[in-house]
Every structure is written in structure tokens, then in C-alpha cells.
């Protein structure tokens, strides 16, 4: 009878061990990803999907790479292929015929601004020249950007068709806070009709997520330092959904002592001072990323539209507090944070 008990344990133990080295090489098997400079950053492409290769996945990768590259023409980067020049080039004078895309993505950017409680504005885009980020940093006067207020809260557009008239000479979109939410959001669209089903899509600042979270806490989302973009801060579990991060490094420089950032109040034209990082985790990419700037404006969710309230998941707000880094988080991103050790 020992020996019998004896063999039974040996076996069992043996299936044990098979069992933990099997659960094991699972583990090491990495999801097919793909990452590429697009957007005017970073962009890493996650397959989760169980039976998904590397090999399988090449076409897939390169497709949604190359449709974000020509979003990327179209919408951000300087050059005769981009759409909003040409809509501002046109400003106070004729409309613009413009692709579906994007035309459909400034009818949800002029949705998002009442969401926003109307802080997240395109129109913006001459209180951005004023501080010259895309080329030479300066702080403009107070009267330089108080004299483009009328571009920006008072500036009409006129839609006729899929064509777009900006209502006075020298207004001009900038899209830089929804275009790479958009993108992901289509790059998620066109993931599903491939029939990929779990699948990350993500830069430092945005998110998109789809299918089921490769382990129960969520999928990762690494965040860096706000005040030292190059130092990693931490992670944080995100659900499903487009999840955006919105804080003081954006564009920062420094004059005179004093640092700013490209993400300003459009009521002022100056960098927002409320806090230093916000993330907002909403059903899209596209409305996390404007939500995550108005947020990161106001400093608090209540001051959002009530249907914008409605719409944010989960948030969470960063402050520096005698040098240290201090959050609070709710909602879907309620304990999701995890500093870096």
C-alpha cells in the first residue's frame, strides 16, 4: 500500500511540475507587437489574441501604420497634404472640401467642446503661434493673446456639406489634442474588421483598448514623470477604451525662470496651472484626449458639461505638493496606479 502511495505522489508531482513549466512557457510567449515613430511620436501596436504570430500580423502592422502616417499628413504635420492649412489658408474668404475622416472628426471636436464645458477648443490655434512652440519658444504679452480671444471663444465656421469656411481671416484649427486619439480609434476599427478581438493600441500620452484586458487588473499603461518626461513614474491598470494623459511636459520650456506648456487655457491663452497631470479614461480615444486637456485645465471634473461628466469612466488628477508627485484617482482608474520602485 506505501508503495503504491508512493508512486501515486510521485506521479502527481510530476504532472505538477509539467503542469507549472507548461503555465510557465506560456507566460514567456510574447503578444505580436509592432512599434513605429508616427504621429509625431511613439506608437507600439499589441495583438493579444490567442494563435496570432508576428509573421501573420506583418501586413496588419503595416497597414495601420501607413494609415496613421497619412492621418499624420493630413491633420498634423506642415505640408501641402494637410487639410486644416488649407482650411486656415482659406479663413474669412472660401470653404474648404475636406476628406470624410477628418470632417467627421471636427464635428466631434466641436461636440467635445460643449462636453468640455467649453475649455476643450480647436480653435485655438492662433494663441499656439503666439507662443511659437512648433518653432521658437517665447512668452507673448498678455495684450497679444488677450487681441486673439475673438479667433478663438468669439470665432464662428460655416458647414456646407463636407466643405468648411472659418468665419475670420487668421482664425486656424490645431488638432494636436485629438488627432492622435482619433487615429487610434480608427486604427481599433480597422483591427475589428480584421477580426482581431483583444489588442492595445499606444503612444506615452494615449491609449485605445479593445477586447478583454490580458490579465484581471486591466492592460498596462506606462506613465512618465510630468515634470521629467524621461523618468518613468509608473503604471497604471486601465479597462477597456480609449485612456488619455495630458500634463505639464507637453512643449515645456523654460524663460526667465519659469517653465510652460503647450496646453493652454483658451479663455487666457496661458499654459493651465491647476495641477500638473490628468488622465481620463472614456469609451474612445478621441474624447479621452480632449477630456484629458480639459480636465487638466479646469483641475477638477466638475467643472466638465454634465453629459462630459457622464462620459469619463474613470479619472485621475496629478499634483506636485512640496516637491512630491500627489494623485487622486476614481472611478474605472480607482487603485490602478502603481509607482515605479
Not at 477580426?195 to 498596462?220: H, K, Q, S, Y
Not at 479619472?315 to 505638493?321: F, G, T
Amino acid at each position: 500500500m506505501s508503495r503504491y502511495r508512493s508512486a501515486t505522489f510521485r506521479i502527481t508531482a510530476i504532472a505538477l511540475l509539467a503542469m507549472i513549466a507548461f503555465w510557465g512557457c506560456r507566460k514567456k510567449v510574447e503578444s505580436p507587437a509592432a512599434t513605429r515613430d508616427v504621429l509625431g511620436t511613439q506608437v507600439t501596436i499589441v495583438i493579444y489574441d490567442r494563435g496570432m504570430t508576428q509573421q501573420h500580423l506583418t501586413a496588419t502592422f503595416d497597414g495601420l501604420f501607413d494609415m496613421m502616417a497619412d492621418w499624420e499628413k493630413k491633420v498634423l504635420r506642415p505640408g501641402p497634404d494637410n487639410q486644416i492649412v488649407k482650411i486656415a489658408e482659406s479663413a474669412g474668404e472660401k470653404s474648404v472640401p475636406i476628406d470624410d475622416p477628418l470632417f467627421d472628426m471636427l464635428m466631434e471636436a466641436i461636440r467635445l467642446y460643449d462636453l468640455s464645458g467649453e475649455t476643450f477648443d480647436i480653435r485655438y490655434g492662433p494663441m499656439l503661434d503666439a507662443w511659437g512652440f512648433d518653432s521658437r519658444p517665447q512668452v507673448p504679452s498678455p495684450v497679444e493673446l488677450d487681441s486673439l480671444k475673438s479667433y478663438v471663444g468669439q470665432g464662428g465656421m460655416f458647414v456646407a456639406g463636407k466643405s468648411i469656411l472659418l468665419a475670420k481671416k487668421g482664425m486656424r484649427f490645431d488638432a494636436r489634442e485629438i488627432a492622435i486619439g482619433y487615429a487610434f480609434d480608427m486604427a481599433a476599427e480597422k483591427l475589428a474588421e480584421a477580426g482581431i478581438r483583444t489588442a492595445m493600441i499606444c503612444c506615452p500620452r494615449v491609449c485605445r483598448t479593445m477586447g478583454d484586458p490580458p490579465n484581471r487588473r486591466g492592460f498596462e499603461m506606462p506613465l512618465a514623470n510630468p515634470l521629467n518626461p524621461s523618468e518613468p513614474w509608473g503604471t497604471l491598470r486601465v479597462p477597456v477604451g480609449g485612456i488619455a494623459y495630458a500634463s505639464v511636459s507637453a512643449d515645456r520650456f523654460s524663460a526667465a525662470g519659469k517653465s510652460y506648456h503647450s496646453l493652454l487655457d483658451p479663455r487666457t491663452g496661458f499654459p493651465a496651472e491647476r495641477c500638473v497631470g490628468a488622465v481620463v479614461q472614456t469609451p474612445r480615444a478621441a474624447t479621452a484626449q480632449a477630456l484629458s486637456y480639459a480636465l487638466f485645465v479646469f483641475g477638477t471634473p466638475d467643472s466638465l458639461a454634465k453629459e462630459g461628466r457622464a462620459t469619463v469612466g474613470g479619472s485621475m488628477l496629478i499634483r506636485e505638493e512640496g516637491g512630491n508627485l500627489i494623485s487622486s484617482d476614481a472611478g474605472s482608474l480607482k487603485d490602478g496606479f502603481e509607482r515605479a520602485r
